[in-house]
């Protein structure tokens, strides 16, 4: 099993900043691809961006594209989102999740975070 810790949420001005963490632990010995999704409230949960276990590979939905950064941190199975110039509508649950590659479903990932809320105010 492996288990997933999100941190970082928190209230934020439209324009202004946040960075999540996620942290695995347990079975990590293979480096798992990681991704972020959220879930706003009445809304079905959404992907936002993932990265391959390698770090080589990114990929991330439209409404982020220039604004939300996903990177790999120097401790093994350990991810960060960026969110810059942060919207209203970026008002969601953010959930980390962890498989063996990199996908945009969250019907692929097989470990998921507990969540950590983000809220945007205008």
């Known amino acids: 099993q492996v288990q997933l810790v999100e941190s970082g949420g928190g209230l934020v001005q439209a324009g202004g900043s946040l960075r999540l963490s996620c942290a695995a632990s347990?079975?990590?010995?293979?480096?798992?691809?990681m991704g972020w999704f959220r879930q706003a409230p009445g809304k079905e949960r959404e992907f936002v961006t993932a990265?391959?276990?390698?770090?080589?590979?990114?990929s991330y939905a439209d409404s982020v594209k220039g604004r939300f950064t996903i990177s790999r941190g120097n401790v093994e199975n350990t991810v960060y989102l960026q969110m810059n110039s942060l919207k209203p509508d970026d008002t969601a649950v953010y959930y980390c999740?962890?498989?063996?590659?990199?996908?945009?479903?969250?019907?692929?990932?097989?470990?998921w975070g507990q969540g950590t809320q983000v809220t945007v105010s205008s």
């Open positions: 999740a962890a498989d063996l590659q990199l996908r945009n479903r969250s019907i692929d990932y097989n470990y």
């Open positions: 347990g079975r990590t010995y293979r480096r798992y691809a």
């Open positions: 990265i391959s276990g390698s770090g080589g590979s990114t």
